[in-house]
């Protein structure tokens, strides 16, 4: 038997939220969802309930794929419609660059 050498990115699970303010534990809380969040940890378990297939997995990539290329593509339609709402850009000060 062969062991297959399946190399995922792993998420670390430890998550430390130090207390700046002075005491404010409603701030500590939703910095700590936020962190949780951008970590991906609860994505990753979700991913990892049920048992996935190497083609299902390939197959999913190439479905992000097309979706984020359908999503470009519409915008680019978008940008060029007459009449079109163009988004607001922040507008720099003129004593900073």
Same mark, same amino acid.
Do not use: H, Q, W
């Given at each position: 038997?062969? $062991?297959?050498? #399946?190399?995922?990115?792993?998420? %670390?699970?430890?998550?430390? @939220?130090?207390?700046?303010? #002075? /005491?404010? %534990?409603?701030?500590?809380? *939703? *910095?700590?969802? $936020? *962190?949780? !969040? #951008?970590? /991906?940890? &609860?994505?990753?378990?979700?991913? =990892?309930?049920?048992?996935? %297939?190497?083609?299902?997995? =390939?197959?999913?990539? @190439?479905?992000?794929?097309? !979706?984020?290329?359908? !999503? @470009?593509?519409? =915008?680019?339609?978008? &940008? &060029?419609?007459? /009449?079109?709402? &163009?988004? #607001?850009?922040? *507008?720099?000060?003129? /004593? =900073?660059?």
């Amino acid at each position: 038997m062969y $062991k297959r050498n #399946n190399k995922r990115e792993t998420t %670390s699970g430890v998550i430390e @939220v130090k207390n700046s303010t #002075n /005491g404010d %534990s409603e701030y500590l809380v *939703k *910095k700590f969802i $936020k *962190k949780v !969040r #951008n970590s /991906g940890i &609860l994505d990753e378990c979700r991913s =990892r309930r049920y048992f996935k %297939s190497n083609s299902e997995i =390939r197959r999913e990539k @190439v479905a992000e794929k097309e !979706r984020i290329i359908r !999503r @470009v593509n519409e =915008r680019r339609t978008n &940008l &060029l419609k007459p /009449g079109r709402y &163009l988004p #607001n850009r922040k *507008k720099k000060t003129p /004593g =900073r660059r």
